[in-house]
């Protein structure tokens, strides 16, 4: 395959850490593009968020989504990346657009454990699960409707990588 494989779903599914593994086995590139964005910018979500508000950053995350395409790549998205028409459009036009579904419950208390508030800001200044299952209601549709495939992202990443795997190639997976 030498279309991208985007990785989409909300904070805490596994987009960076699955999508790293799963670079690494398929020989592709890892591009994430929250850290795209830090590292073309200087800046990280957080702030620029709060220099340029959410819509200031979604501009951002788009022109990045654009500049990415084609390739052997793995491209973990940000979370928001979905509420964008054009970026669901672009990804699915452009690769294989994989949703990393868990439950919000499996969500909080991933990001409770490991919050790095700089790269995650709090989209409403409510608690973590409440905020999260209400997010995930919001897009839960736009994530469907972005994706080719959707897998079950509440076990270990190795066994998320493996059924992803098994799922883009399945007569080669042993
Ligand atoms: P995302 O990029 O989708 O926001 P991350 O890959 O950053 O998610 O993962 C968020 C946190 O959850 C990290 O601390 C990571 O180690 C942990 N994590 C990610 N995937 C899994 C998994 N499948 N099982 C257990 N913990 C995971
Ligand atoms: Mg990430």
Redesign the pocket.
Known sequence: MTQPIY?V????????????ALAGVLGYEFI?T?QLLLSTTGRSVAQIVESEGWGGFRAKESAILRSTTGGRKVI?TG?GIVLSEANRRCMRANGTVIY?H?QPDILAR??E??P?EDQ?PSLTGRPIAEEIAEILLAREALYQDAAHHVLD?????D??VSAILQRLHPCAAG
């Open positions: 990785l779903g909300a904070r805490g599914c596994g987009k960076t850490t699955v999508g790293q994430d929250d973990a979370g990393l868990a991933r990001l454990a490991f790095e995650r992202a509440s076990s270990s990443p066994a998320v």
